[in-house]
């Protein structure tokens, strides 16, 4: 197929996507929300079925057999099992105007500001070769189409490389898209829409080509299945537990049930988008049900194309698209390659906005925001900052992923790549879990833990394949790190016979846990992370505040407040938001002196913005907080309960007298 037509496909479909994000935030203007269903909701959640699920499962069966099913169970268990934490993490993400899972954590342990830069470093580190992955795919799915099976050159004549092209459109595709609030914690109606489509056109051309596979290839099932089971070579390939031991099976089942809660991206769309805790229930059988469907027709391509391709002159990862075109299906052929290009752009569309996001508000704004010559205009000037932040955030992280392409991931198979990202983001499971309903998890505890997975991933995944790329010695896989047998990467204290991916997942994650749980029993909390601990743990029962209760305490001024605010939202916003919060709580806004309830509602509404380590840091500088006693804390939260309980019963009287028949 002629480039142009690949080309003008790709682009079309962009346009399409804008389209489908346009039509939705006009439709949101007029009062009606596209996003707000279950099976919008649901189908956002498939973005956890990337270039990864569109090639390399059939890829990886081609060489493991059924393994790939491992990925895929992980997340099906976790729909079902993981209902209560999601539910519980969606509250609090609402009630504290958490707009990212580095904010999440930082806000659960304090507010403190080192966590959530220590999490964002992860997260850039761990999903970079996740977002590598996907460029990858783009540019082999175009080679395929084209017949030009052109040789990677690496970073050589890069302005040759199609992939470097790639990176430009998408970067310049994801600042239009999703750099136009600057309010993080806000709904993206377009980008969750346009996330919905793609997942269904992913879907549909995956299923169109596993029929023709089937049907127009072969005689059905039973007619593949019966040609595989005849071959030597593939016979063994398809029995459970022939390929993969079962401590495979297991710890990839794991990693994926931790991945499908803790990726950037499906945070994004699981928590920061969700419009109503209640589409929780229908995602809960919907996406599993979408992931059973995706993968019908991944083991009839891999043992057609292993048939068909017998030579091995195609790369498994492509056969989804190599078959139709192989039988001069064109157009079937370039309807799949729209669906493999959807499956990549919608992953790096999420993931690229949620670690700009991140970066912005953890990393940059804070060194920004302290800089002495820093001095925005009052009026809503920081704006513009935040947004040109994000931008080139954007930019820089396709510039990673696309160096990380050309450096390392040529190197390996599509599959392979996204696991390592998957062991990197499991590191935050025992903080935010433990977080979530242990009240002893202490900041300590939690950083030292991050910290402690972080060192044995990078040691474990991404030293290795350094050493495959040729960067640094193979000296350390022989040898160990600096001559120490017990210290090799792929046998740490001399455990062999493991696969890589689990190894590295089983000492990162056993040692995060340990760590975790062994300095949160000795660390000494203060009155935020104490009041924090309260606030995640019983969210049910504090999410009923009002905002009539505040553990701050010190002096602020109202016209600092003011000034604060009106600096990230204007002057209008601004005032408009402290005159309706004041309000509804009695407050006056006659007096100087501003009630602790508006520094903790400006710190809240600053937490949407740029994050709450950040925000805490903002307010900090213009209040004198007086530090609280941990028994202070304890008792506001009793009175803030004893207050929720009371207006409860309340209301509940106001109901009855209503009822009560008139004389």
């Not at 649901?42 to 099913?69: D, I, P």
């Not at 433990?434 to 972080?454: E, L």
Request: aromatic letters at 12%; one cysteine or more; charged letters at 15%.
């Amino acid at each position: 197929m002629n480039n142009v037509v690949a080309i003008i496909g790709a682009l079309f479909y962009l346009g399409l996507l804008f389209g489908v994000a346009y039509y939705a935030e006009l439709r949101l203007k007029k009062g009606k929300s596209i996003i707000n269903s279950g099976y919008v909701y649901a189908l956002s959640l498939a973005v956890y079925c990337t270039a990864w699920t569109y090639y390399g499962s059939v890829g990886r069966a081609s060489t493991n057999g059924l393994e790939f099913l491992a990925i895929y169970l992980g997340p099906t268990i976790a729909a079902a099992l993981f209902l209560p934490v999601l539910h519980k993490i969606i509250r609090i993400a609402k009630t504290q105007r958490i707009n990212s899972i580095a904010d999440l954590i930082s806000t659960r342990y304090g507010k403190n500001f080192s966590i959530a830069v220590a999490v964002t470093v992860l997260c850039v580190a761990g999903i970079i070769p996740y977002i590598s992955l996907q460029l990858k795919a783009i540019s082999n799915s175009i080679h395929v189409l084209t017949g030009n099976l052109q040789k990677d050159t690496g970073l050589i004549n890069f302005w040759l490389d199609d992939t470097f092209y790639i990176t430009i459109i998408l970067s310049l595709f994801i600042i239009l898209f999703g750099t136009r609030s600057v309010d993080a914690s806000e709904k993206h109606e377009g980008l969750v829409a346009a996330v919905a489509f793609e997942s269904l056109i992913k879907l549909i051309a995956f299923i169109a080509a596993g029929i023709f596979v089937v049907y127009g290839i072969f005689n059905g099932f039973g007619d593949i299945f019966s040609r595989a089971t005849a071959n030597n070579s593939l016979k063994d390939l398809f029995t459970f537990g022939n390929k993969t031991s079962f401590a495979t099976w297991f710890g990839l089942m794991i990693i994926s049930m931790l991945a499908v809660v803790f990726l950037p991206r499906q945070f994004q769309v699981s928590i920061v988008e969700n419009v109503q805790e209640k589409h929780l229930k229908k995602a809960s059988w919907l996406f599993p049900l979408y992931l059973l469907l995706i993968n019908i027709f991944v083991l009839p391509i891999a043992m057609g194309g292993k048939l068909i391709f017998a030579d091995g002159s195609v790369d498994a990862d492509t056969f989804v698209l190599a078959l139709p075109l192989h039988y001069n299906q064109n157009w079937l052929g370039l309807f799949v390659f729209i669906g493999g290009f959807s499956a990549a752009t919608s992953m790096i569309i999420v993931e690229t906005i949620a670690l700009s996001t991140m970066m912005s508000n953890n990393i940059v704004m804070p060194a920004l925001l302290s800089a002495k010559n820093f001095k925005p205009n009052a009026d809503g000037g920081i704006t513009k900052s935040i947004i040109t932040i994000r931008r080139i955030s954007i930019v820089l992280i396709l510039v990673l992923a696309y160096l990380y392409d050309k450096t390392v991931a040529r190197h390996f198979s599509l599959v392979s790549i996204g696991l390592v990202s998957f062991v990197a983001v499991a590191q935050f499971a025992p903080a935010v879990i433990g977080g979530i309903y242990w009240k002893g998890a202490s900041k300590n505890g939690a950083m030292i833990a991050i910290c402690t997975g972080f060192v044995i991933w990078f040691f474990t995944l991404v030293v290795p394949s350094l050493v495959s790329a040729g960067i640094i010695s193979n000296d350390i896989m022989i040898n160990g790190l600096f001559g120490v047998w017990w210290l090799k990467p792929f046998s740490v204290l001399g455990i062999e016979g493991m696969d890589s991916i689990v190894h590295a997942a089983f000492w990162s994650l056993f040692l995060n846990i340990v760590v975790f749980i062994s300095v949160s029993l000795y660390s000494k909390k203060n009155a935020q992370e104490t009041f924090q601990a309260e606030i995640f743990v019983d969210i049910f029962k504090h999410s009923a505040n009002d905002g009539s209760s505040s553990i701050w305490k010190g002096t602020a001024y109202l016209p600092d407040l003011n000034s604060l605010l009106e600096t990230f939202l204007g002057k209008e916003r601004a005032q408009k938001l402290i005159a309706n919060y004041a309000g509804r709580n009695k407050i006056s806004l006659d007096t100087k002196r501003a009630d602790p309830r508006l520094v903790t509602f400006s710190e809240n509404i600053l937490a949407g913005i740029i994050g709450s380590a950040s925000a805490r840091i903002m307010v900090s500088s213009v209040t004198k907080e007086e530090e609280l006693k941990i028994d202070e804390v304890l008792n506001i939260l009793r009175e803030s309960q004893q207050m929720i309980e009371l207006n409860k019963e309340l209301r509940k009287n106001r109901v009855s007298c209503k009822k009560l028949p008139m004389n």
